[in-house]
């Protein structure tokens, strides 16, 4: 399996390659020439096992081949349930039950793992994981570069625009694990981190790696579990399951789409945006137009230019082809806050506000008279955003114990200017 760059500019390369780099060396995202099919389609295996069968095309050159097992059972080691809802044919796929209860676990881990393997073991300075976050890309991939060696983390995140838990669980790590906070939005944070990963000088003096969404290491991973999940759907009911997906940079979304071009049983592809609605607008008929990031109380997904949808475009041959592959709805606060206040009543949940919009979405689909089965995708856990939550539905919610456990921490964090030289300066003196 060969690997190219959405903006055309290189040759042909490995996965290897492509995991190592990040981003490719003509500005573009790594894509996978062609899409496998994938053969064996069972239910009943784990979803480290699904993981390994879904991910071993992708690396069927890779010098990894031979420890994807491996690598699948360390990353995929917590359960990814899907739950019936209140509603018959409503469920809930939590992705929140790893070390920061967020699915972003499930990625970051598979991908330090497998930098570790790609690492040169002759080489003597660390690699600085560059991340740019809106809030829990930081805290996985911290969580998993913590201590390991070879390696060193940088997390970049916009001050004042993550809750306090999430700052909290971005700078308890310690160690190898720096937190900045930029002054400035979370796109700010991912344009210095794209252009010091474009910056040869830097990259002489400090070996840098990616795990941003951007990275072909995040988007692969993440198909294993709507693979798992539509499989034992299937085993059991017999039809394809349809997917609601909260989104912000399209990384999660676009795994799910890849999912089922590579032939499992996924039905429809459905994005849920908060106010930040380029997205929805695109699928709605208007031009693709970027737009400066709006905050709203699904910080995660406070996204104004998705990356990834560069990479949904190379994908097909034109717009009106495109916008047939899935649909997006925008959901405001306001809406965020009363379908959290419902929801233990209507769906017997407790949602965070980025799960919130894709239940709100759930709703919009049955009131228009769906009644295909859906699984909304459940993002983070609520207790991480519990400053939101627990005023709405009235009651304490209790943090899993991985988070309970990174909240008594101390935690602290450099302030940075939202620029290149500020950032190079920082990672030379690290
Ligand atoms: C990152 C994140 C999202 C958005 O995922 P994308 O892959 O960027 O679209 C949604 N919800 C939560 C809780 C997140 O952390």
Known sequence: MKFVSTRGGIAPTSLDIALAAGLAPD????????????????AGATLADTATTVLAPWFAESKLQSQLAELCKNAYDFPAPLRSLSMPNDHLLELFHGPTAAFKDYAARFLAGCLSHLRDPAATIPTTILVAT???????????????????????????????????????????????????????????????LTDIDLRTRVPLGSANSISLGRLLPQTAYYAHAALEFRARHGVPLNFIIPTGNLGNALACWLAKRMGLPIGGIVLASNANDVLPRYFGGDE???????????????????????????????????????????????????????????????????????????????????????????????????????????????????????????????????????????????
């Open 134 to 196: 809106s809030g829990d890309t930081g805290a996985a991939v911290g969580a998993a570069f913590h201590r390991r060696e070879g390696f060193s983390v940088a997390i970049l995140y916009p001050d004042g625009r993550v809750s306090p838990r999430q700052a909290h669980g971005l700078g308890c790590f310690g160690d190898n694990v720096h937190a900045y906070r930029v002054d400035g939005s979370f796109d700010d944070c991912q344009r210095v981190v794209k252009q010091a």
């Open 288 to 430: 693709y137009a970027p737009h400066a990031t709006i905050a709203t109380l699904a910080n995660a997904m406070d996204v104004g230019a998705p990356s990834n949808f560069e990479r949904l475009r190379w994908w097909h041959h034109d717009d009106s082809e495109l916008r047939t592959s899935m649909r997006a709805f925008s959901v405001d606060d306001a809406t965020i806050r009363d379908t959290i206040r419902h929801a233990p009543d209507r769906h017997g949940v407790v949602p965070c506000p980025h799960t919130a919009t894709a239940l709100h979405v759930l709703e919009r689909l049955r009131a228009d008279g769906d009644i295909r089965p859906w699984a909304v995708v459940a993002t983070a856990h609520p207790a991480k955003f519990e400053t939101i939550v627990e005023p709405l539905v009235g009651h304490p919610v209790d943090p899993p114990p991985a988070l309970a456990a990174a909240l008594a921490l101390p935690a602290t964090s450099t302030p940075l200017e939202a620029d290149i030289a500020a950032l190079r300066s920082a990672l030379q003196q690290e």
């Open 27 to 42: 500005g573009g995202l790594y894509v996978p020439a062609h899409i496998p099919q994938l053969a064996v389609q069972h």
